[in-house]
């Protein structure tokens, strides 16, 4: 039964904001189903009142007339049909964005956690973003160095490009991202030069958004102590969702990261780094979600549309015509028994442009970092590298280097 409070009436059909409802008629997993509701709309904002008088917030994810199905962000312990209270506020999900929210740490929806003060928004930006007409787009050129020669040699990556870490379980993936934020910086397009720009440049216009999902309370702290002790920590916003934490928070832990990256890139001019790991944590809450939803699951129990999820991620990187700014993304995988046919690495490689492949045998090797050069690629690296960008001969280099490494494979395979 819905309790209306000061709220006007409205037209049949239509949703009062501000109606409360004490209609829950279930909970499955991080979903609660509500009844006879007005006019409920896709992906809005509701707050969930416990008996206890604790607040919660969750998002409707799918509506059938009456009915309503929500996914509660911060779990649904202690939601029951007797005493929990239901309010749409008519709103999408929002984040506030600001450029003081670099060099502080937040947790996977976007509160400080960094016992900082409280950040004055500039803005409050929908999380999924806004659609960019393709018209609009630019075409990913000039470098970020990251400081690993066999990427930026080999796999040069291009400021708006989108290119993923492949690696595994037991592999450096999580330090070779700390060693990307501390030695990263842009590569400024020069007139005239054959060197490659020594330590980056235009540092003032570089800016890293690190978001880490499903991580332990180790691999947290080792983050935020790396980014702490280098000094690296000034240009960085981070985000951080907890293996403990509720597993729907990872569903909107990478796009309140974009969102942030989309501020800083388009409204402050800056060319921002997107890292975000581990995608596939991600992809096993939608795969939970799916399971919750009860929908017919696809390949290896995830849900069809895992492609069209993803995609709406990744393709928030890239360069606009008229903005200074630019968002390149290094979204980190690990491949489940290091099976690069998984459906999360092998859907992530039909959308990138890409892949940077971190190489058991090599770990075992005591090769660091061990990233296989072979079956790395870099798509775009030839809008990156070359005369005025990085050297005049960075392409023969890197091709020369590239058949250095197959030569001593090919005569092993005429054994």
């Known amino acids: 039964m819905g309790v209306a409070q000061n709220i006007p009436d409205a037209e049949e059909g239509t ?6 409802y004490r209609t829950v008629s279930g909970v499955a997993g991080p979903l609660v189903i509500l009844d006879k509701v007005k006019g409920p709309k896709f992906q809005e904002i509701v707050n969930i009142r416990l008996g206890d008088g604790t607040t919660r917030r969750g998002q409707v994810l799918e509506v059938d007339g009456e009915k309503a199905v929500v996914q509660v962000f911060e779990g649904t312990s202690g939601i ?23 060099g502080r740490i937040f947790n996977g929806s976007g509160k ?13 930006l929908d999380i999924s973003g806004s659609s960019i007409n393709p018209s609009e787009r630019t ?41 990307i934020c501390r030695q990263a910086g842009l590569v400024k397009r020069l007139e005239k030069s054959d060197n490659l720009l020594e330590g980056g440049g235009e540092e003032d216009n570089f800016a890293i958004v690190f978001a880490a999902m499903g991580v332990n309370m180790e691999t947290a702290q080792f983050f935020k102590r790396d980014f702490e002790e280098n000094g690296s920590m000034e240009r960085v916003t ?14 909107i832990t990478p796009r309140i990261a974009l969102t942030t990256a ?48 993803l995609a709406t991620i990744y393709e928030r990187a890239g360069r606009i015509e008229g903005r200074k700014g ?15 046919t998984h459906p999360t690495p092998d859907l992530t490689g039909y959308i990138t442009e890409g892949q940077i ?41 890197s091709n020369q280097v590239c058949s250095m490494q197959i030569m001593p494979l090919e005569r092993m395979s005429r054994q």
């Open 238 to 251: 981070l985000f951080l969702n907890l293996a403990n934490d509720p597993t729907i928070e990872r569903i």
């Open 112 to 124: 400080p956690i960094d016992n900082g003060p409280p950040i004055l928004p500039e803005a409050y």
């Open 139 to 179: 075409y990913p050129e000039e470098m970020i160095q990251t400081g690993i020669s066999t990427i930026d040699v080999m796999n040069s990556i291009a400021r708006g490009q989108k290119i993923p870490l492949f690696s595994a379980a037991g592999l450096p993936h999580n330090e070779i991202a700390a060693q």
């Open 80 to 102: 029951d049909n007797k005493f929990t209270t239901v309010q749409f506020t008519g709103e999408v999900l929002k984040t506030p964005v600001s450029l003081d929210m670099l």
């Open 15 to 20: 949703l009062e904001i501000g109606m409360e």
């Open 262 to 309: 989309e501020y800083l890139a388009y409204e402050c001019g800056k060319h921002v780094l997107v890292i975000l790991t581990d995608m596939s944590s991600y992809a096993d809450a939608l795969r939970e979600v799916s399971a919750a939803r009860e929908e017919v699951p696809g390949r290896r129990g995830y849900p069809g549309y895992m492609y069209t999820d």
């Open 357 to 397: 492949y971190i190489d058991r045998q090599l770990y075992n090797r005591q090769i660091y970092p061990p990233i296989n050069v072979l079956p790395s690629l870099s798509r775009l690296m030839k809008s990156a590298i070359g005369e005025g960008m990085t050297r005049k001969d960075h392409s023969d280099v």
């Open 326 to 340: 630019s968002i390149t993304q290094i979204p980190i995988l690990t491949m489940p028994n290091d099976d690069i």
